[in-house]
């Protein structure tokens, strides 16, 4: 006996949500997140316009998703070096990595702040810094303020260097290395102190 076929026009993906994830940072990456539509994505992996609906209710909810998928990664980054200086370069390679997930993590007008896996990998992101900050200071001084300085270091550098700012500065050079020598300039900085 012949197996059933399926009624024209439907077609089952194997995993959707990632297929639609995956479509929707090719269009941040090459049109930024406002170019997003739901039915857009949709016709790109090849479902119904309804199915992304299904994973993600809209828009926003999407754009959430692409957030906490980015701070699970991120802090997967950070956790693979325990000393500070490290940690800030693999801020800085995710950026590099991770461009699409790095813009709209940090725009928070996008996104659904209170959502559970947003908050959960938020804060798994920001104990990897922590961590790393109380290690570097031993616990000296204001280890929030140091926490704020290495997190702006980091993703200030991230966010010149992804929107093309530094292309001149770094003449072609690696950008972990520079982010490494800058690291050097901060007053009392040591290699293993802080980023």
């Known amino acids: 006996m012949p197996a059933p076929t399926k009624p024209s026009g439907t077609y089952h993906h194997g995993d959707l949500r990632q297929a639609v994830l995956s479509a929707a940072l090719d269009v941040i990456a090459t049109e930024g997140p406002g170019a997003l ?14 199915a992304p609906a299904h994973h993600f209710k809209d828009r926003t909810g999407l754009l959430t998703a692409i957030a906490a998928q980015g701070y699970e990664l991120l802090a997967e980054a950070l ?3 325990p000393e500070l200086r490290e940690r800030g370069v693999r801020y800085v390679r995710f950026g590099i990595e991770h461009p699409a997930h790095f813009q709209v993590m940090f725009t928070p007008e996008l996104l659904r702040g209170d959502d559970p896996a947003l908050v959960a990998a938020r804060e798994r992101a920001g104990a990897e810094l922590r961590s790393a900050v109380t290690a570097a ?6 280890a929030r303020a140091a926490g704020i300085a290495a997190w702006s270091l980091a993703h200030g550098f991230t966010t010149l260097l992804l929107s093309r700012n530094l292309d001149g500065p770094l003449a072609g050079g690696d950008p972990e290395e520079y982010f490494r020598s800058l690291t050097d300039l901060q007053p009392g900085a040591g290699p293993s102190r802080t980023i």
């Open 79 to 81: 956790a693979q070096s």
């Open 137 to 142: 200071t031993g616990g000296d001084g204001d």
């Open 37 to 50: 539509s739901l039915r857009d994505l949709a016709r790109r992996a090849g479902v119904s316009h309804a």
